[in-house]
C-alpha cells in the first residue's frame, strides 16, 4: 500500500490543517528515513526505520541550518497561521529540541508575533524535564495519547523498548496547555471498545488535558486489517467523553 513520502527538507508547506488552519511544518528528523520512538500501525509515513528513545546527534540537522531556515521561512514566506514542529518522525528527539524551541519562539516573536507555534508530538519523551520546559513555550502543545494500557499501547504504537506508558501519563500531568491528540483504529488492532477503550479514558481522566482532539485514519496505512473508525463514531466518542468526564473534545474526519 502506498504512504506518504517523507518531507524533503527542514521546512514545509504551508499545508492546510483541519486543526490548525495554515501551517508551515518544521522537519527536525532525517529526510531519506523515518525515526522515530514508535512505529504506529497507521503512520501515513509508512514503517520506522531507526526506533529508538536515545537517537545519536549525526541523524539531525544542526541547530544552525535550522534556525537559518526558519528565519528564511517567517521573512518570505506566506502568510500562515501556525509554525509547527512535526515532520518525519519525533521531533522532540533532536538532541537540542530544548534550544531550537526556545530560538523559534524568538524569531516568531521577533518575525511574525501573531503566528502561533504548535507541536505534533509522540510524548514518550514527557518524562524529560528539559522537554517539558521547552514545550512550555510553545503556544498550543499537541501530544499523542492512543493507548491508557501497557499492551494496546504495544499493539498500536508498537514503541521502543525504553518507552514506558507511566512516564507518558505522568509527563503529560505536568504540561501547561495540553491538547491530547489521540488516533482511534479499529480492525485487528482496537482502541475504541472494550478494555482498551476503558483504560484510555481512564487515562484521559487522570491528565485532564484542555481539550481532546480525536480522528481516525483518512490515508493510506503501512498495516493490513487497520479500519477507519466513522465519522458518527467519533462522534458518539467525543460525546460520552464529554458527559464523562467534563473534558473538551473536538473531532475531525475528512468530508467527501
Known amino acids: 500500500m502506498t504512504v506518504l513520502q517523507l518531507q524533503a527538507d527542514i521546512i514545509y508547506g504551508p499545508i492546510n490543517s483541519r486543526r490548525l488552519g495554515r501551517s508551515l511544518g518544521i522537519n527536525l528528523l532525517p ?16 514503517r520506522t526505520d531507526v526506533k529508538t528513545l536515545s537517537p545519536e546527534e549525526r541523524h539531525f540537522p544542526s541547530v544552525e541550518r535550522v534556525l537559518n531556515a526558519v528565519e528564511e521561512a517567517l521573512r518570505t514566506g506566506p502568510d500562515v497561521d501556525y509554525i509547527t514542529f512535526s515532520g518525519n518522525g519525533e521531533p522532540t528527539l533532536h538532541p537540542q529540541f530544548p534550544t531550537i524551541a526556545s530560538a523559534v519562539r524568538h524569531l516568531r516573536d521577533e518575525l511574525r508575533p501573531d503566528v502561533k507555534l504548535a507541536i505534533l508530538s509522540n510524548s514518550t519523551t514527557v518524562h524529560l524535564p528539559t522537554i517539558r520546559e521547552a514545550l512550555a513555550v510553545l503556544d498550543a502543545p499537541i501530544m499523542k495519547l492512543d493507548a491508557g494500557d501497557p499492551r494496546t499501547l504495544a499493539s498500536i504504537n508498537r514503541p521502543s523498548s525504553a518507552v514506558k506508558l507511566e512516564h507518558i501519563i505522568e509527563g503529560l500531568k505536568a504540561i501547561p496547555r495540553l491538547i491530547v491528540q489521540s488516533v482511534l483504529v479499529d ?67 475528512a468530508r467527501a
Not at 196 to 212: G, H, K, N, Y
Request: with cysteine; proline share 5%.
Open 187 to 253: 480492525g485487528k488492532v482496537s482502541n475504541v471498545k472494550g478494555e482498551p477503550f476503558e483504560a484510555w479514558l481512564s487515562a484521559l481522566s487522570e491528565i485532564r488535558p484542555t481539550q481532546v482532539q480525536i480522528y481516525s485514519t483518512d490515508r493510506p496505512v503501512p498495516e493490513a486489517g487497520i479500519k477507519r473508525v466513522s465519522s458518527s463514531t467519533l462522534q458518539r466518542i467525543a460525546g460520552e467523553i464529554e458527559k464523562r468526564m467534563g473534558l473538551q473534545v473536538a473531532a475531525y474526519w
Open 31 to 46: 529526510t531519506n528515513y523515518k525515526l522515530c520512538s514508535f512505529d504506529c500501525v497507521y503512520c501515513h509515513y509508512g
